[in-house]
Structures are given as C-alpha cells and as structure tokens.
C-alpha cells in the first residue's frame, strides 16, 4: 500500500500562487503515476494534471493548462502542483492520488481557498 500526505493549501487571494505538495510512503516502487484532481461542494471530483514517475508524460486538464503546473522529486518521492493566477472558481479541496499494482489510492485532501 502507497500512504499520501498533501500539503501546501490555505487561503490566497485572486491572481496569487500556491504550491501543494503530495509526499509518498510505502510501496512507492511500484508507483506508475500520480496526480492532482479537485472537488469543489455540490461538484463532482475534477481531474487536473497526472504525471508519469518512472517517465516523462505530463497531462494537464483544460481548465488548468497553462496556470498550474505538475512536477516530481524522485528522490524525496514527492509530486507539486505549482498553482500560477488563482481565482474564486478555484476554491476546492485538493486530492492527490496514485496509480500502481492496478489500484489507485488518494490522499486526505487539503483545502485551497481564493478569496480577496
């Protein structure tokens, strides 16, 4: 089993920035992929952005292309989400999840909130 922390949310106002980050512990050497997905109250959960581990693949949703940004540091086994122009529609909680053994697992989830 892979455990996920995320971290990195809170509260910022319109046009800032955030990084979030998604640490891994486990059985990380079969991870094959990770990513980002939100869900803001009433919506269903969003997919924002997966990338590859033990590759180079990065996807981005629409919504998102070009504002936020995935990244990955192997060595501390951890997955970012920089988050460039924030805005209101923004304001969700914020999952990371991965993909190994044919399984997907999530983190808790931490809150992002884009307020003035």
């Known amino acids: 089993q892979v455990q996920l922390v995320e971290s990195g949310g809170g509260l910022v106002q319109p046009g800032g920035s955030l990084r979030l980050s998604c640490a891994a512990s486990g059985n990380i050497a079969s991870v094959v992929i990770m990513g980002w997905y939100r869900q803001a109250p009433g919506n269903q959960r969003e997919w924002l952005a997966s990338?590859?581990?033990?590759?180079?693949?990065?996807t981005y949703a629409d919504s998102v292309k070009g504002r936020f940004t995935i990244s990955k540091d192997i060595a501390k086994a951890t997955v970012y989400l920089q988050m460039n122009s924030l805005k209101p529609e923004d304001t969700a909680v914020y999952y990371c999840?991965?993909?190994?053994?044919?399984?997907?697992?999530w983190g808790q989830g931490t809150q992002v909130t884009v307020s003035s």
């Open positions: 990338i590859e581990i033990v590759g180079t693949r990065i």
């Open positions: 999840h991965v993909d190994y053994d044919g399984r997907r697992d």
